[in-house]
């Protein structure tokens, strides 16, 4: 898939507000994506309106187990709010604002939990992936194909210069993932960001570029 559109402007002129105003045309909603994502087990794709009730019961199933790391569990009180959040995370698909997709299980189409690339800048073309499993699917393995598909599609098609994981460093399962598929630990941010409580929390990062992405045993693997 070409990103016409995301090449700098270099050519064009040097001066400054040229080139900024040259990259304020750059339109993510011209970006194709596919439909699906497939992993040897897992599908990815974005959540349809009919996954609302899946959706629903994968949150009930696992208050305690994603309550701990991910605010947004508890905005979900009853099973319109599964509903509403499908229609905005499909908006801000269209838009590409943030490609959420639900994690499926390709032989019975069971949601297994969520992902995505989260926090892009179209730009540089940096690119964050999210995760969560529900309780009944975790100690699978699901997520990390799940993230091994996700980078392998954000460096060879959507021409990522960055793919990142941060997670606060409590959280052992979620810095397991990216130590599992050989991300580069960059270090840890202090007082980065809040916990689910509001408490400033340390975060750690791990990230690719694509010169490790090569290196990777399992790069060219699907
Ligand atoms: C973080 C989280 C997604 C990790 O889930 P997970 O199931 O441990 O991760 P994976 O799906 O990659 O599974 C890895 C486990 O499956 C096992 N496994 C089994 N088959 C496997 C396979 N084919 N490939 C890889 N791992 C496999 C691994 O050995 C590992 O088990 P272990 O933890 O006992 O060593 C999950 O704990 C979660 O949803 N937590 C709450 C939400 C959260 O914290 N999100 C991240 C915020 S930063």
């Known amino acids: ?14 001066d400054r507000h040229l080139q900024w105003s040259a990259v304020a045309e750059f339109d993510p909603a011209r970006i194709d994506l596919p439909d699906e994502l497939l992993g040897p087990r897992v599908r990815l794709r974005p959540y349809r309106e009919d996954d609302a009730q899946q959706l629903w019961e994968a949150i009930e199933e696992s208050r305690e187990h994603l309550g701990a790391w991910l605010p947004w569990v508890k905005d979900y009180g009853d099973r319109s709010d599964a509903n509403i959040t499908v229609r905005r995370l499909q908006a801000r698909w ?12 390709q032989a019975s189409d069971r949601l297994l939990g969520g992902s995505g690339l989260h926090r892009m800048d179209w730009q540089i073309r940096r690119f964050e ?27 060879t098609q959507l021409e990522a210069n960055r793919v990142l994981i ?5 959280n052992t399962r979620s810095r397991a993932i990216p130590e599992r598929l050989e991300f580069v630990y960059e270090g840890r941010l202090r007082n980065e960001m809040p916990d689910v409580e509001g408490r400033p929390t340390d975060i750690d990062v791990f990230a690719l570029i694509p010169a490790d992405f090569k290196r990777l045993s399992w790069a060219g693997l699907s």
Do not use: N
Request: glycine share 14%; proline share 3%.
């Open 1 to 14: 898939m070409g990103l016409g559109g995301l090449t700098p402007q270099s050519g064009r002129s040097r």
């Open 166 to 170: 941060r997670m606060d460093p409590a």
């Open 129 to 155: 992936i999210g995760y969560w499993v529900r309780k009944s699917a975790e100690g699978h393995g699901y997520v990390s194909e799940a993230v091994q598909v996700l980078t392998r599609f954000a460096f």
């Open 94 to 105: 269209l838009q590409r604002e943030d490609l959420v997709t639900g994690i499926f299980d």
